[in-house]
């Protein structure tokens, strides 16, 4: 295939979206902005579309790379950074919150007290520069450069000749700032804030630059390419806020309504989208209709929405997949291999232990239906076993739920187990906080699943009539292999056995080894690790059993480690004396390959239901 | 642990609930509504809570069964009967849906048109009203208790009494009605529909189905109790954006950036809320603020919100959770056991099969990341098996996205096979719309991914070296068990082996049977079947192949049936002769034992290889 001409694999998304370019770059409705010179020299035929995901995959067409001025979408950015500065209740007070149905340009301050009604029309958004913290005016706008940076994952720059040509008309602009100093709503001189309001919309951007900057804000204010942080997670969704009921103007009920998707258009030709969570769109056509939003920007959001499903109130139903999978103890053992009589008394014990695998984000109507499913099985339930291994993300409020479990089934004297949530941070830190001089005791956690059945099955097992003593010693008429021999086979097999003895974390068996040999382990356990960077067990065995005879029996090089997890006395076979062995006693060694074929019939069994449970 | 005083399982949700509800108890402000003598009667102490979960958990405290009107909570549901019977265009032209900012009595009538802002305000639900389809204002009104009903699970009536009061006291709706019929929002004589306004107001609730009605927006329309639609999925968006931003009046924008759940109150002190996807939330106290708003309504969702993290605009980032698992056909085979050669040639070969476990709600954010995985990886890929079992819902953009996957792999020559995909209709109607004649050819389906991996792997054998003419037979010296067997000792063991034919469909052997005998498989196919409802294949096996050696070591009963699929020729040996093999000829008998502990060995191996895939 590979010498063919195989066609390049284009995303179906980019074809699409070039498609959707196609189609709207035949609308020429509109006009290029004149207020200002520089505006009025845009191309009217330049078009961009980029769609970013909120996990940093970027799909672009047309002229993105064509820079203009980000104008009036700067405005959500700076509110973001004024609450960042001031928190929400300063801010709140300087500027509201309320759609207002009238134009951007429209000064729109309540009439008791001056407060421009939000931080979308120009008189809220220079009331919003005035809130920006620095020493200087040039400091100031520096930050908001270096804000705006961040999202756009680049640096960026102002244009100057586009901002001079702003200041130089901005009468407007300026006499809203002296009505907003009039009202107390500006401190100091208004005019270095204004002109920091001129700057902030003369910032160079382009198309895939609005694109990153929505994906941004999607991306819970985290640049979804450079990982950096552009804006504290936890005001987010106020600049959500603002832009879904005020971005779009006197159209902001409609666009809701049609589109359903928070957005702010500038007049350079500039439309960001923000669909949280999920993606960030960013169009450029300087074509603008009357209420000064571009033409074709408006029209790729509503296509987008509608061809792509993208409106915020079309959700589907959260909670149904939280669950992964569950399963109890009995049907999925811990990989420390028991006896024939420990895995019996196990196969009923183990039903207590209950094994969920939760999966994707844990929030409120996510972890609902885990607590409302344990409680449901709560009586049957002795332990409970909680794998976060595939849970993406946690918040406050799956934590507390979480919390309130583990007290409540420890109050009925039960057990919760959590296993990998180390990149859970959240959760022990408000476990901490919570159980206080509890957390050691109630919050117990082991790095997989496997550890965690073990130590179930240990205290299942501990009372249990087939418990052995913690140093207990198999003679070798005890090693299950040699089970049903008569003290007559017995004398012939035993002389061919070899003592070994190992200290702690020895290797006993190196992967990659030849197999010349098969181990009874006397004393001690054993376990068998597969040589990889972590710590990975498929096995732990004890006194009795034997170990090492699948390489011995198919001559395959030796798979895993096997190492000594405690001190530990064993036997060995040879191959050789084992093949003299069929020779000279052929019914012995008859016996001894039917109890091998036994033995992993038995693990075979073991693991083909095990599969099962993940069918 | 039975016997013993366990505590009662109370879900920590009720709990909370319970706080919560104590907490906003102790808050006495706000006035019962007294502008209708019925009104004021309520006891201003009531007060219940009531969530239900898009899934239909239902968690209340407090006094959630105490009937009371619903008011103007109303609104957004009689909205959505006119969207379902006039559409968006026409109900548009009737009444916008830009917030005002104005109070909930206001008129708000556009001046131009004569439109009222939005169906939130009194004028806009009147106009509403008017949309109503039915023969006679007894049926339009009927249709509107209908469908109530439908939403809140329960046949809901009319609370005569305040109708009555309210039909005496609504001169200022009256008012409204002529002026609406004035500019023709209204048609023929207004007082009618004015009625049917005051009784769709009058209808009696209890806290419990504002929260089930809620649920019923959350869940795209559908009643999560009952299951019965009370409105198309179309319109829950528009019924929710209309909510989300003229909901709570002049207070819209604050709840927005405040709460951010879609809500509407009434002044009988009901509030609902609705977070899309996820929960519905009903209040009921009485107490009023001046907005008109129930003041521990207000209280109780700001503080869910807050607690529970529910903001609309705080959503974790989709799309990372989406690929569930996923494996090549090299490291998980079908259960099509194949011969040592087969075998090794399929760990080559076989990695050009990809299998894709997908998870979730597939919808454009969540299916973009699979086909970027798929296609970076392409090169490698020859057949892509999609596994949709764990996907709970695809919608339109999902399915566009599949059906270009499908195209564009197919033009490259590659297969894209479906597995478990029945429960998603939409897929198969999609892709036989779009595929149109190419349908059959390019939209191939299998029941399980055994099947689909055996079909690939079919494909991948075909041309090999190893492969059998179709109807090829086996020679008993080719068994695999006696692969090194001298002709000597093939003498000594033929004898033992009784021929035994079967028809397709025929049961060679019986779950729970005992085991009396190994089987070598001549000529034909058999199948290894769980005896379930539903076919589950364990393993087929091919000429040459031995099968049902498991019970026969271990003693256990068969644990499932062995099925002809072909005509099926083999050979078996019973318990007895091969027991007294052992005494008459050790040496084969060793021989056949080694050779069955390594065959047992290598499926023991095949099957850890497989349950590390799902680790």
């Excluded at 959707?20 to 505006?39: F, M």
Aim: some cysteine; glycine content about 8%; aromatic content about 8%.
């Amino acid at each position: 295939m590979k010498n063919n001409a195989v066609p390049a694999f284009v995303s179906p998304i980019q074809d699409f979206l070039k498609d959707l370019h196609a189609q709207c770059a035949a609308d020429k409705d509109g006009q290029v902005a004149t207020y200002i010179p520089e505006l009025a020299k845009a191309n009217p035929n330049w078009f961009g579309v980029c769609i970013v995901t909120a996990n940093g995959a970027v799909y672009e067409v047309g002229d993105t790379r064509q820079e203009f001025t980000i104008q009036s979408i700067s405005k959500p950015f700076v509110y973001g950074l004024a609450l960042e500065d001031n928190g929400r209740t300063t801010t709140l007070d300087r500027v509201g919150v309320e759609p207002t149905g009238d134009a951007f340009n429209s000064i729109s301050l309540d009439p008791g007290t001056g407060r421009p009604r939000n931080p979308m029309i120009n008189a809220g958004a220079i009331a919003t520069a005035g809130l920006i913290a620095g020493k200087t005016p040039a400091s100031r706008f520096k930050r908001i450069l270096e804000t705006f940076s961040l999202y756009a994952g680049r640096e960026l720059s102002l244009d100057d000749t586009v901002y001079r040509s702003e200041s130089e008309t901005g009468h407007r602009n300026r006499a809203i700032g002296h009505m907003l100093r009039n009202f107390d709503k500006l401190t100091g001189d208004p005019a270095p804030t204004t002109e920091i309001y001129f700057k902030q919309c003369s910032i160079s951007v382009n198309c895939r630059d609005l694109g990153m900057m929505a994906a941004t804000l999607a991306n819970h204010g985290v640049n979804p390419l450079t990982g950096k942080q552009a804006l504290r997670g936890e005001y987010v969704e106020s600049v959500l806020s603002v832009m879904g009921t005020c971005g779009m103007y006197d159209y902001a009920g409609e666009w809701l309504y049609n589109v359903g998707i928070p957005a702010k258009s500038g007049v350079a030709g500039g439309v960001l989208a923000v669909l949280p969570g999920q993606i960030g769109i960013g169009v450029f056509s300087p074509r603008l209709d009357a209420h000064g939003n571009s033409v074709r920007g408006i029209r790729i959001c509503q296509e987008l929405s509608r061809r792509l499903d993208l409106h915020l109130f079309n959700r589907p139903v959260a909670g149904k997949s939280t669950i992964r999978a569950r399963f109890s103890g009995a049907e999925f053992n811990s990989s420390h291999v028991r006896t024939k009589e420990e895995g019996q008394d196990l196969r009923e014990l183990a039903k207590v232990i209950q094994v969920y695998q939760l999966q994707g984000h844990l929030e409120f109507a996510t972890t609902e239906p885990v607590l409302r499913d344990v409680l449901e099985r709560a009586d049957e339930i002795q332990f409970l076993i909680l794998d976060l291994k595939r849970v993406l993300s946690l918040n406050e409020s799956a934590g507390h739920l979480l919390h309130s479990l583990v007290g409540k089934l420890h109050d009925a004297k039960k057990t919760v187990l959590f296993t990998h949530c180390e990149h859970l941070p959240l959760l022990r830190r408000m476990m901490k906080k919570k159980l206080a001089d509890r957390f050691t005791e109630l919050f117990s956690t082991y790095p997989d699943n496997d550890l965690a059945l073990e130590a179930c099955e240990e205290q299942l097992l501990e009372h249990t009539r087939h418990a052995h003593a913690p140093n207990y010693k198999a003679k070798p008429a005890d090693y299950h292999l040699f089970q049903d021999f008569s003290d007559a086979e017995l004398k012939v097999v035993l002389p061919l056995l070899k003592p070994r003895a190992y200290k702690p974390g020895q290797t006993i068996i190196h992967a990659g080894d030849a197999a010349r040999e098969m181990f009874f382990l006397a004393r001690g356990h054993v376990s068998v690790l597969l040589p990889a960077e972590e710590r990975h067990r498929l096995a732990t065995f004890s006194p009795g059993m034997s170990f090492g005879e699948m390489a011995f029996l198919d001559g395959v090089p030796r798979s895993a480690n096997i190492v000594a997890d405690t001190d530990v006395e064993c036997d060995l076979i040879t191959l050789e004396d084992f093949q003299t062995l069929g020779k000279n006693h052929p019914a012995i060694k008859i016996k001894m390959l039917q109890m091998l074929c036994l033995d992993l019939t038995g693990k075979l069994r073991k693991a083909n239901r095990e599969l099962s449970v993940f069918e």
